[in-house]
């Protein structure tokens, strides 16, 4: 990647046990992490955006309750999750030399300095 000059690396969960290698990489060369797993940006990654996993097991266990009181999976709709986390690290913000805009933090449910 570094020898295409990407701007950006997005790592997909799929990746997740290689995470240290990939941020290790990616700090070595200057790439900044966006993922979709808070650990991510926790450890040295640049952003994380993804679903609220606590609310999708909670809606989970719901649909588990439905069933077993005798509903038919094939009846139940089909959900998509509609609330969002973002993580933004400002220690790799800086050490990548960007500044996030003040309408950016604002938005995010944690900074992590």
Not at 8 to 28: C, N, S, T, W
Not at 53 to 64: N, S
Request: aromatic content about 6%.
């Amino acid at each position: 990647m570094a020898k295409v000059e990407a701007q950006a690396v997005i790592v997909q969960g799929l990746f997740d046990p290689h995470r240290a290698i990939i941020l290790e990489q990616a700090a070595k060369h200057r790439l900044p992490i966006l993922s979709g797993n808070r650990e991510t940006a926790a450890a040295g990654g640049l952003i994380s955006y993804s679903a609220k996993f606590v609310e999708l097991y909670e809606r989970a266990a719901l649909y588990v309750g439905k069933i077993l009181k005798g509903a038919k999976p094939a009846d139940l709709p089909v959900e998509q999750p509609t609330t969002f986390e973002m993580v933004i690290n400002l220690k790799t913000a800086n050490t990548l030399g960007f500044t996030p805009s003040p309408s950016l933090l604002a938005q995010a449910d944690e900074v992590i300095e």
